[in-house]
């Protein structure tokens, strides 16, 4: 295979990150021992105004999501769970650390000393440019290497954060749960590297690609940790107070929407009237990847009620009849259906941000209000709600832009014959990279049918394929 291995990769870049953090990287006013003395200087009398106190718990749920949601999420294939939980480890932990580096270069470097100063809600926002790279894996999933997922993390967090700066910052966008900035770009960015690196032969490995009833039940374990805690991710970073509260109840109503759409049109969409899990597993999350930029907007509780119904029939038909289409005309392997969960539901979620933010009024918002949930302030003090709507759409653009022409680059690079990605017939399979523990023996079944004179051999093999022969006698 030519097999091209990790450990050189991971010793030399964590070397790297530990030189950058040592130049770059402090501890923010509130996470430095001087708080004490700004605590007095402000006029501060207790320690719960420390933001830890406000963004901790939605930190904790966002980082469960990255790791156990995410990670569990991509164990549906039958060989390939080790891949799904291990790789996710991997790249969202050095993802997480250059993700520091990146978005303190672009949003909280102090021109004076040159320094970047984090604190807790810099983790949340390392945590969110890391789900942008996740959410591009699923589309590759179980077709490259290690070293190819950290090459594309690698290049794939410095794209967000370049991205993140021109809708947020130059912009203004408003994006708090990423429809935009994370699901969009990532959605994209991995469709297109996927479309890059398109494997004419991986019909060979196609015994590997389909499900088995237990790799499914890990898989619905990262949907519901998901699920859960998807309302902390769309408010884990707005403003404190209403905004926050508006976003958690305005996607908690658009996922409960989203789960009997999802349901309905599964169903239907069956001659037997049965479930699919493949759409309950994703379709069921795409509420919340669309709610995301309108989560703290006065989008009204039935608006989320209607965002969520849509979404369920639009993710869910993508499985349907979208996802064949992509493989079998555009050429787009999608493994995870990451264009139904995230690129097709994030693009929803611009427009409606678009939509809601050009509708903003006074006698809705309250003038005060206008001006905090849009940060009518500073530069964008004379900014109209109109203005801000068509800012929204460009945002979206922006997104798109970057992550098709940065997939295209990215995929470009990954398709180098240097990396050390599995053969057509070696993809989905875990033994490629990892020491699978799992005796590779075979358990042959004896059937006797006495009436027919049949004798009927059942080889189940290690990958729970099974194996039928007849002998008549």
């Known amino acids: ?89 991997l790249i969202a932990s050095f993802g997480l650390q250059w993700a520091l580096l990146m978005q303190g270069w672009f949003h909280s470097l102090d021109p004076q000393t040159g320094k970047i100063f984090i604190g807790v809600e810099s983790l949340i926002n390392a945590d969110f440019c890391v789900a942008g790279c996740l959410i591009a894996y699923g589309a590759v999933l179980g077709k490259v290497s290690p070293v190819q997922l950290l090459v594309m993390t690698l290049f794939g967090v410095t794209l967000f954060a370049v991205e993140e700066y021109i809708i947020l910052n130059l912009l203004h966008a408003r994006d708090a749960g990423g429809s935009m900035v994370i699901h969009t770009f990532g959605g994209y960015y991995g469709l297109t590297i996927s479309w890059v690196l398109y494997r004419p032969n991986l019909h060979q490995s196609k015994r590997m690609q389909g499900s088995v009833y ?15 805690f998807w309302p902390s991710f769309n408010s884990a970073i707005t403003d404190h107070g209403d905004g926050q509260h508006r976003a958690v109840i305005n996607t908690y109503l658009c996922l409960a929407s989203t789960v009997l759409t999802t349901v309905a049109i599964s169903s239907f969409s069956q001659k037997t009237g049965k479930l699919d899990m493949v759409h309950i597993q994703n379709s ?15 989008i009204s509780p039935y608006g989320a009620l209607i965002v969520g119904f849509l979404c369920g029939i639009i993710s869910t038909m993508g499985y349907i009849f979208i996802s064949p ?76 832009v970057f992550g098709v022409a940065g997939g295209a680059i990215v995929g470009s690079i990954l398709k180098l014959p240097i990396w050390g990605d599995p053969a057509d017939e070696n993809c989905f399979d875990d033994e490629v990279y990892w020491e699978v523990r799992e005796p590779a023996t075979h358990h042959l079944l004896f059937t006797i049918q006495p009436l027919g004179g049949a004798i009927v051999f059942d080889l189940v093999s290690r990958d729970e394929l099974q194996t039928t022969f007849e002998i008549y006698i």
């Not at 237990?214 to 859960?228: E, K, N, Q, R």
């Not at 999350?285 to 907007?297: D, I, K, N, S, Y």
């Not at 493994?335 to 050009?358: E, F, S």
Request: negative net charge.
């Open 214 to 228: 237990h790799s499914d039940i890990f898989a619905m374990i990262g949907t519901l940790f998901l699920w859960m």
């Open 284 to 298: 069921t999350l795409a509420g919340g990847v669309a709610l995301g930029t309108a989560a703290e907007f006065m």
């Open 325 to 400: 289409f992509l493989e079998k005309t555009l050429k787009i392997q999608d493994t995870c259906g990451i264009h139904n969960l995230h690129a097709m539901p994030g693009v929803i979620g611009g427009i409606v941000g678009a939509i809601t933010a050009a509708a903003a009024s006074e006698s809705v918002y309250g003038k005060q209000g206008l001006i905090n949930t849009f940060d009518f302030t500073g530069d964008f003090k004379d900014r109209t709600v109109l203005t801000q709507g068509g800012y929204q759409a460009a945002g979206m653009c922006v997104s798109i």
């Open 1 to 89: 295979l030519g097999l091209l291995p990790p450990l050189p990769f991971c010793f030399v870049w964590q070397i790297a990150m530990i030189i950058l953090f040592g130049v770059f990287i402090r501890y923010d006013e509130e996470s430095d021992t001087h708080w004490v003395e700004t605590k007095a200087h402000d006029n501060i009398t207790s320690d719960i105004e420390n933001d830890f106190y406000f963004r901790y718990p939605s930190f904790q749920d966002v980082h469960v999501m990255i790791f156990v949601g995410f990670g569990f999420l991509m164990t549906f294939l039958k060989r390939y769970s080790f891949g799904a939980v291990g790789f996710n480890f």
